[in-house]
């Protein structure tokens, strides 16, 4: 398996465009989960999914940013319009479902989408 | 709600020498810890868990982590650190009440001096 995939790595915008970041999970993952990384706040969850339905959502900032799964294999996370203050690395991370398996409560993330907004 | 504290903004500690990173946690029920370590422009790696049984924990790369309960501990140690272990490394929560989420620590960064 390729792992969790997320694309872009970078991205540079203007603020007040729109914003689009991408994630495939790994196949047979239940659980999505969106992160973002910041020098002040740290790893903060923003949402998460379990078999593509958004189940909390209480992370994220402000109704500029929103989130979809619309299937098993795909999600975005996208901001709209952008500011400065979204400056940071989104990571998306997946796991399992808990049942048993040893790997059912770990997270796999990706590698992150870096986002610089100007 | 669930919490986890890392005290300390960073480790130094000379390679050979045994290492400690402290982690503290706070849930309402029965906590499932984690600890996972990030090298730079890299997404976060699973390093170890703990869920139930014994309180030491062994996970990747030689570390371990010790729960305590009575003191809501779960440090991560390694005997002997090697100038590749610097990294940055973040202790995480989940717990039932807290729902199927998991919450990361502020994070330690990890200098190892050779």
């Known amino acids: 398996d390729a792992g969790v995939i997320q694309s872009p790595r970078h991205e540079v915008t203007e603020m007040g465009q729109e914003v689009t970041l991408r994630c495939k999970p ?38 500029r940013f929103s989130a979809k799964m619309p299937n098993a294999s795909f999600s975005t996370l996208k901001i709209q319009p952008s500011e ?28 992150g989408s870096r986002l610089t907004v100007l | 709600a669930q919490s986890v504290a890392q005290p300390e903004d960073q480790v130094n ?27 730079p422009n890299r997404g976060l790696q699973f390093l170890l868990k703990y869920i139930t049984g014994d309180n030491l924990v062994k996970g990747s790369y030689g570390f371990e982590a010790e729960f305590n309960k009575s003191q809501t501990s779960f440090h991560l140690k390694k005997p002997s ?3 590749s272990d610097s990294a940055l490394y973040f202790c995480a929560v989940r717990d039932m009440a807290g729902g199927f989420k998991t919450i990361f620590g502020a994070g330690t960064r990890l200098f190892v001096k050779a």
């Open chain 1, 84 to 111: 400065p203050r979204d400056s940071a690395v989104y990571f998306c991370a997946s796991r399992p479902s808990a049942g048993g398996t040893s790997g059912a409560n770990v997270l796999t993330f990706g590698a």
């Open chain 1, 26 to 63: 790994i196949s047979g993952h239940d659980y999505l989960f969106w992160y973002r990384q910041t020098m002040m706040r740290g790893l903060e969850l923003l949402i998460y999914f379990n078999n593509n339905v958004p189940i909390d959502d209480s992370g994220m900032p402000e109704d």
């Open chain 2, 13 to 39: 500690v000379a390679e050979g020498n045994p290492l400690t990173v402290k982690c503290t946690y706070s849930v309402s029920g029965n906590p499932y810890l984690f600890w996972y370590v990030q090298y």
């Open chain 2, 81 to 83: 650190a090697l100038v």
